[in-house]
T-cell receptor, first 109, second 109 residues
Framework: DGGITQSPKYLFRKEGQNVTLSCEQN?????MYWYRQDPGQGLRLIYY???????QKGDIAEGYSVSREKKESFPLTVTSAQKNPTAFYLC????????FGSGTRLTVV | RKEVEQDPGPFNVPEGATVAFNCTYS??????FFWYRQDCRKEPKLLMS???SGNEDGRFTAQLNRASQYISLLIRDSKLSDSATYLC??????????FGAGTRLFVKA
């Protein structure tokens, strides 16, 4: 079955550490997105990519980086510059509508 | 003013009740509208698209009012399993997508 796979499901980051969240899709969608969700808030766009080797900053890109070397993959790196990274991170791809991965819950320890 | 606003709720209703959610948007050029359902600690999943003529899927009815710039979701004969957060999604030209913060629904026996 087609879908989006995010890993890991839970991730713990130490202060000053970079971590990478994986997102893989087999839906053959060109467009992929990373969102951040905080309790009681809507999804906020971090980065998006409309095509391989191209990506754009979203509303809250500071402290994050992405790459899009393959159509299927859109990993997100949370760098040490992101001062408040604890959140629920959702990867999505867009065909007729948005399909989301199951999310990664990142916690700073 | 937020680009997309929803009543944060929560809505607490008994089984069998009819419940309505509204979502207002500020960009009159918005083109596509959706309702998503998000269960606790899970990813959002598409519930239904919203068309100008209104559309129905079983117990769920979605409507769009372009003049007043809002969309609505009506759930009839609510079930315990309808308990979730309901997100409205508004897409303007191109890839500008705004997610509402969501309205939490609790259906009680």
């Amino acid at each position: 079955d087609g879908g989006i796979t995010q890993s890991p499901k839970y991730l713990f980051r130490k202060e000053g550490q970079n971590v990478t969240l994986s997102c893989e899709q087999n839906l053959n969608h060109d467009a992929m997105y990373w969102y951040r969700q905080d309790p009681g808030q809507g999804l906020r766009l971090i980065y998006y990519s409309q095509i391989v080797n191209d990506f754009q900053k979203g509303d809250i890109a500071e402290g994050y980086s992405v790459s899009r070397e393959k159509k299927e993959s859109f990993p997100l790196t949370v760098t040490s510059a992101q001062k408040n990274p604890t959140a629920f991170y959702l990867c999505a791809s867009k065909g007729d509508g948005y399909t989301f991965g199951s999310g990664t819950r990142l916690t700073v320890v | 003013r937020k680009e997309v606003e929803q009543d944060p709720g929560p809505f607490n209703v008994p089984e069998g009740a009819t419940v309505a959610f509204n979502c207002t948007y500020s960009n009159s050029a918005s083109q596509s509208f959706f309702w998503y359902r998000q269960d606790c600690r899970k990813e959002p999943k598409l519930l239904m698209s919203v068309y100008s003529s209104g559309n129905e899927d079983g117990r769920f009815t979605a409507q769009l009012n372009r003049a007043s710039q809002y969309i609505s979701l009506l759930i009839r004969d609510s079930k315990l399993s309808d308990s979730a957060t309901y997100l409205c999604v508004v897409i303007s030209g191109g890839f500008k997508t705004i997610f509402g913060a969501g309205t939490r629904l609790f259906v009680k026996a």
